[in-house]
């Protein structure tokens, strides 16, 4: 049966790609998010498209009606000289929103968007959603608060809910990981350290499949998920796929850590007054120290997810479109 959604954030990589396949699905969908993205391809559709804050209590009211499923997507990601405040509004404060209009208008069943990042760096891998949380960010940080405080709501107004932290997030439509593959394309790319530690991704179309099982599965009600494919590399492994994606040869160069981590600190203090953006970040940084491995049986036993594009194949359709847009 057709069933009416609402998807924040939806005209980003990662709400795109939900709407688009609820639609596939014969689902009725309406977007809200601040910026256009992807809204014009949306609208192509036939979604309905909303720009907006998810903050906007009387909007979030409006859009609310006949809605039996929220997706939070929405998000403040790591923006320069965003001020704190807008992290809490954007990853805190809008799910108390959300929520409250959603007591309002009766909905089946509201699913959050969190992220793998509230675990850290993974220490004692592989992690499972018991792991020491431990957000090394304001972005993290709040993401987790806003998950504390959904799950408290949500229980107090007796609405059905579930958490989804996904591991990083790719694919087509996706901008983040193109300085990647362009500096392995050019020839450029180093790696920082050994390269030997661990990094969990998750292939788009297999998170969107988890989260249509999100909203269809019982034994998920109340629950928090992991969610990523199912294999977990070191970056040297990542760095050596995506370099055969791309039939170039597979980089060698390595440059200590460190230096580049403290360079990237100086960056951020000398740059911050003036309000411009540093040219190296320590986050970029940390790309190549911390771990992600993740440990997703709890979700392939309640849920039945099971990740269907692997890596290579997930690298291979990314490179596609980067090529088709004229990217690489």
Not at 107 to 123: E, Q
Not at 161 to 188: H, M, Q
Request: proline share 5%; hydrophobic share 40%.
């Amino acid at each position: 049966m057709t069933k009416k959604h609402l998807v924040t954030g939806g005209t980003g990589f990662t709400g795109y790609s939900l709407a688009k396949r609820l639609v596939k699905e014969e689902q009725e969908v309406i977007v809200l998010d601040i910026k256009k993205g992807y809204g014009d391809e949306l609208e192509k559709l036939g979604i309905k498209v909303v720009i907006g804050s998810v903050n906007n209590e009387k909007l979030v009211d409006n859009l609310m009606a006949g809605v039996s499923y929220v997706h939070h997507v929405a998000a403040a990601f790591r923006e320069i000289n965003l001020p704190k405040k807008d992290y809490w509004a954007a990853n805190v404060e809008s799910n108390r929103v959300l929520i409250e209009a959603a007591k309002r208008h009766g909905i089946r069943r509201y699913i959050l968007t969190s992220t793998c990042g509230v675990h850290g760096n993974v220490k004692n891998i592989p992690a499972n959603e018991n792991a020491h949380i431990h957000p090394e960010d304001y972005y993290q940080y709040t993401k987790y608060e806003g998950e504390k405080l959904a799950k408290q709501l949500c229980t107090e107004y007796d609405i059905p809910f579930v958490v989804v932290r996904p591991a990083g997030i790719y694919g087509p439509y996706d901008n983040r990981f193109l300085p990647l593959f362009k500096a392995i394309k050019s020839g450029k790319f180093i790696m920082l350290g050994s390269g030997g530690v661990f990094y969990h991704l998750v292939y788009i179309d297999n998170l969107v499949d988890a989260y249509l099982l999100c909203t269809e599965k019982e034994d998920a009600l109340g629950q928090t998920y992991l969610i990523a494919d199912n294999e977990y590399v070191t970056l040297n492994e990542l760095v050596k796929v995506i370099a055969e994606c791309l039939e170039v040869p597979v980089p060698k160069r390595h440059f200590p850590l460190w230096p580049v981590w403290i360079a990237g600190f100086l960056c951020e203090m000398i740059c911050k007054p003036f309000g411009i953006e540093p040219p190296l970040f320590r986050r970029r940084v940390d790309f190549f120290k911390n771990n992600r491995r993740f440990d997703i049986t709890k979700a392939k036993k309640e849920m039945g997810y099971e990740p269907k594009i692997d890596l290579k194949a997930g690298i291979k359709q990314t490179a596609e479109w980067y090529k088709e847009r004229g990217d690489l």
